[in-house]
């Protein structure tokens, strides 16, 4: 396992969380530094959102964002929603990608989410079963979704 720190990403990150997104969807265009700086301002300030990172050395190199949803249902606890998870190409099945999603799942109990999901658009088997064994149910959910055309 590659020696790393869990930790959520601050406002410096920017160029290595938009360095690292090229690993998730490689053929997205890039957006100008200064959209990006505005979009991570509001989400690092929202209060609903944090993004968590693996530093290994200098480098992040793993990634995914939780979303922090308050609900009216469920005694009124809030659930939580995993996004843009990502492993830097040369750090993959390192175990880097699994620690980021237990640590965003630590933070999901700690303020008592009742559920935290993730949805993946992947159909590759591999990719499915690390999200299993990263502790989330295949199945359990059908999900849903509109694209704006």
């Known amino acids: ?8 990403a601050v406002e410096q990150d920017l160029p290595e969380v938009l360095n690292l997104y090229r690993h998730l969807h490689p053929h997205d265009p890039q957006l100008e530094m200064t959209d990006a700086a505005r979009v991570w301002s509001k989400l690092l ?9 693996a530093q290994a050395a200098e480098q992040l190199v793993a990634s995914c964002t939780l979303a922090i ?5 469920r005694g009124g606890r809030s659930y939580g929603v995993i996004e843009n998870v990502v492993t830097h ?3 993959r099945s390192r175990g880097l990608g699994r620690r980021v999603l237990a640590r965003a799942l ?6 008592d989410c009742y ?8 159909k590759r ?7 299993e064994g990263a502790g989330f149910e295949r199945g359990s959910k059908t999900y849903f ?3 704006r055309p």
Do not use: H
Not at 45 to 53: C, D, E, P, Y
């Open 89 to 91: 190409a040369d750090y």
């Open 115 to 122: 559920k935290v999901l993730l949805a993946t658009g992947s």
């Open 145 to 147: 979704e509109v694209r």
């Open 45 to 53: 300030a929202s209060g609903f959102m944090t993004v968590i990172v």
């Open 106 to 111: 630590e933070i999901g109990w700690e303020v």
């Open 125 to 131: 088997e591999s990719t499915l079963r690390f999200y």
């Open 69 to 73: 949803v308050p609900n009216l249902s």
């Open 1 to 8: 396992m590659t020696e790393a720190i869990i930790r959520a």
